[in-house]
Every structure is written in structure tokens, then in C-alpha cells.
T-cell receptor, first 110, second 113 residues
Framework: DAGITQSPRHKVTETGTPVTLRCHQT?????MYWYRQDPGHGLRLIHY???????DKGEVSDGYSVSRSKTEDFLLTLESATSSQTSVYFC?????????FGPGTRLTVL | DQQVKQNSPSLSVQEGRISILNCDYT??????FLWYKKYPAEGPTFLIS?????DKNEDGRFTVFLNKSAKHLSLHIVPSQPGDSAVYFC????????????FGQGTRLTINP
């Protein structure tokens, strides 16, 4: 158990509304990541962070922004949600060469 | 451009037999490979990994084999148990400092009694 929690676990929202997902770690890991999982695509990296206020884009970053104002929290924001962003979102942290994942957030955009 | 591919979406194996899950990659810069197991409604859990300086790593019932020349890795589960039924993802990373992972599409393994 890498001490990662995600909130909310489930969310239904409407197209055009802003949405923020939260990832919280109880340890002091430097690297944190946001992925989305979709059928046929595995997990794809959205954004990652390598320290407080240090973030970078991943493979599928369009339409998403992130913030990390303190080590333990990594926020993912959809500025204006679209139906194509309906997905399961996973947060992860790196410990050594291995990433450990949170339980996921299922987001539905109607 | 799918850099990591799992060409079998599903695999069905009888309990007690060997399960072999395969993964191919195209990026020769990848030097570290991992397998994750995922149950429905849960996050992926780390299973086993291998560095490119090795060709085999074993942990209990799980063994990962790496063939660098073929850019291929496989996960062997022996003996297979009903609790092994899950989706398995392979992932790879390159030595770029951020430990970013590239995942395959996943293989759904079903162990039949």
C-alpha cells in the first residue's frame, strides 16, 4: 500500500463544466502522475509532476491542467469537460523505478 | 504509434496450468519493464519487473522473461490460480529521469476451474 487516495471515486458531470480530481499521498514521494484508462488503449499519461510547482505534459494532455502546490497533493483539472473525457482516471507515484497506483476515479461527462 | 503492444486482448487458461502473457515493444531506449495486474474497480497493482541487463526475473509463481533482440517480454504464471483472473498490463520506461511509463493495451486473463 503506497498510501495513495483519490477523490472523488465517482463523478457525473455535464459537458462544459469544470472538474477537479484530487490525488493525495501520505508519504513524501517526489514524482506523481495522472493517467486515464480507456478500452483498447491501456493507460495513457496525461501529466506528471517532479516536485512542488514542477509539472510537465504527457501523451494526452490536451484539455487537462494540473497543479501541485504541496508535495502530498496533485490535482487534475478539466477546464471544460467534454464527452471524450469520460474515462477512469488513475493517479500514481514513483518509488524507485516502480509506480504505485491509486484506486481510480470514474468520471462520466454527459 | 503504439510503442508497447499486447496483441492478445484475452487469454483463457485452465487452473493449475501455465499462463503466458506476451508483450512487444518498439523503442530500443526502453531499459526497464514492469507487469501490473488489475482487478475491476481497483487501481493497477505492481506485480514484477525486469531491468534490461537481465533476461529473467522470478518471484514465486511469476517469472518475467526479456528478449532484447526480439524486443519481446513475457510473463509466466505457474501454476495458474482462479485469483489470477484479471487484466494484465505490461509497461516500459526509458532512462529519462521522470520514470514515465508507456503501457500496453492489456490482456484479460481468465483462469477456468
Amino acid at each position: 500500500d503506497a498510501g495513495i487516495t483519490q477523490s472523488p471515486r465517482h463523478k457525473v458531470t455535464e459537458t462544459g463544466t469544470p472538474v477537479t480530481l484530487r490525488c493525495h499521498q501520505t508519504e513524501n514521494h517526489r514524482y506523481m502522475y495522472w493517467y486515464r484508462q480507456d478500452p483498447g488503449h491501456g493507460l495513457r499519461l496525461i501529466h506528471y509532476s517532479y516536485g512542488v510547482k514542477d509539472t510537465d505534459k504527457g501523451e494526452v494532455s490536451d484539455g487537462y491542467s494540473v497543479s501541485r502546490s504541496k508535495t502530498e497533493d496533485f490535482l487534475l483539472t478539466l477546464e471544460s469537460a467534454t464527452s471524450s473525457q469520460t474515462s477512469v482516471y488513475f493517479c500514481a507515484l514513483a518509488s524507485g523505478d516502480t509506480q504505485y497506483f491509486g484506486p481510480g476515479t470514474r468520471l462520466t461527462v454527459l | 504509434d503504439q510503442q508497447v503492444k499486447q496483441n492478445s486482448p484475452s487469454l483463457s487458461v485452465q487452473e493449475g496450468r501455465i499462463s503466458i502473457l506476451n508483450c512487444d515493444y518498439t523503442n530500443s531506449m526502453f531499459d526497464y519493464f514492469l507487469w501490473y495486474k488489475k482487478y475491476p474497480a481497483e487501481g493497477p497493482t505492481f506485480l514484477i519487473s525486469i531491468s534490461s541487463i537481465k533476461d529473467k526475473n522470478e518471484d514465486g509463481r511469476f517469472t518475467v522473461f526479456l528478449n532484447k533482440s526480439a524486443k519481446h517480454l513475457s510473463l509466466h504464471i505457474v501454476p495458474s490460480q482462479p485469483g489470477d483472473s484479471a487484466v494484465y498490463f505490461c509497461a516500459a520506461s526509458a532512462p529519462q529521469g521522470a520514470q514515465k511509463l508507456v503501457f500496453g493495451q492489456g490482456t484479460r486473463l481468465t483462469i477456468n476451474p
